[in-house]
């Protein structure tokens, strides 16, 4: 029974940005999070983090915590994390979103390491290639987005871009413009409107888009009518990917059923793995891109979210949004972080290849 789950450990802790990032809700300097660690009677480790931001996620990594200790921990103590019942269980549980996905991308850790596999070759049919990370530019101006921007492709060699289009105006195509012209044209671009426009402002401003090999266009009204987005979606010439409302695989059912997506972002931090997994072999069937979105992971959710990509050759060839930390100016991971020309190597560690640096992480955990 050496390899059942003894213990389950949470960790609350803040990250250094290495500058101010400015969000659609909020302005940060530094990022609270919860790492949690489920450990097995020999000692195999499957771990697992997940940002806090209360303006976007609605809880604390305390509140996290909590959720995890009082709704999983009693199902999963004395588990076999090989086994697919432990993570049926805890999809199946009435624990908050959040709290389930943490735990499932956890266990998935832990199953390959106890296995000694590395998690790509459990999660799809590979082969693992290099994945390509798109960097995301979070500043205000045009010119600090195009600066921004291109530090991004030629200083820490990102390969993709992902632009904020929050000024619901031509001024949004300004800037996209401005970028294009300064990164050339061979780099995949998309941009995200956070919601933020209104269907006349979208069918006015996006279409101008179209010239400048824009890849997507994210979230460009608030969700709350699909009819209505599933029409604009019919006028734009640029597909439109659904970020905020894909939470679930019956979101992405929704979605595509109903015209209101023509690709999508999965984010683990809602999904896990398990349901990952599940959203992006529907969309394949349904000839849907998918984008592995980001949920301002350090490395150690960096590698999770690039073994669920490498996995699947049917996210080629868009990359992953995995960049966040480029954005941290510290982390508590330990182990091989392979990052270069634009793209993250996994490698053959079991699970996902990725530690903790205990000294560390209990030196910055409140």
Known sequence: MADVIEKVETY????????????????????????????????????????????????????????????????????????????AAVA???APIAARAIVDVALWDLKGKILGQPAWRLLGPGPAAPVPVAWIVHGNTVAEQVAE??????????????????????????????????????????????????????????????????????????????????ALARD?????????????????????ESGAAGALSVKPRRTGITEALAIINLAEEAGVPVVIGTDSESRIGSLARIHLRAAMPSLAPWPTETHFFGKLADDVFAGEFIFENGCITVTDAPGFGAGLDLAKLMKMAA
Not at 184 to 192: H, T
């Open 12 to 87: 609350c802790l803040e990250l250094p940005y290495a500058q101010v990032v400015h969000f659609h809700s909020v302005t940060e300097d530094r990022g609270r999070y919860l790492i949690i660690r489920l450990v097995t009677a020999n000692g195999a480790e499957g771990i697992a983090e997940s940002i806090c931001r209360p303006a976007q996620t609605g809880d604390t990594p305390q509140e996290l915590a909590a959720d995890v200790i009082k709704h999983l921990e009693p199902m999963i103590l004395g588990a076999d994390a090989t086994d697919d019942g432990v993570f």
């Open 149 to 230: 921007a291109v530090k991004a492709i030629d200083v820490r060699g990102f390969s993709a871009l992902k632009l904020k289009t929050w000024k619901k105006s031509m001024d949004d195509v300004d800037m996209v413009r401005a970028v294009r012209e300064a990164v050339g044209p061979d780099r995949v671009i998309w941009v995200d409107a956070n919601g933020s426009y209104t269907l006349d402002e979208a069918r006015a401003v996006f279409p101008h888009m179209a010239e400048l090999g824009i890849a997507f266009i994210e979230d460009p009204c608030v969700y709350d009518d699909y009819a209505a987005i599933a």
């Open 236 to 256: 734009l010439p640029i597909p439109v990917l659904g970020d905020k409302p894909c939470q679930r695989f019956s979101d992405a059912q929704a979605l595509i």
């Open 92 to 94: 199946e549980s009435q």
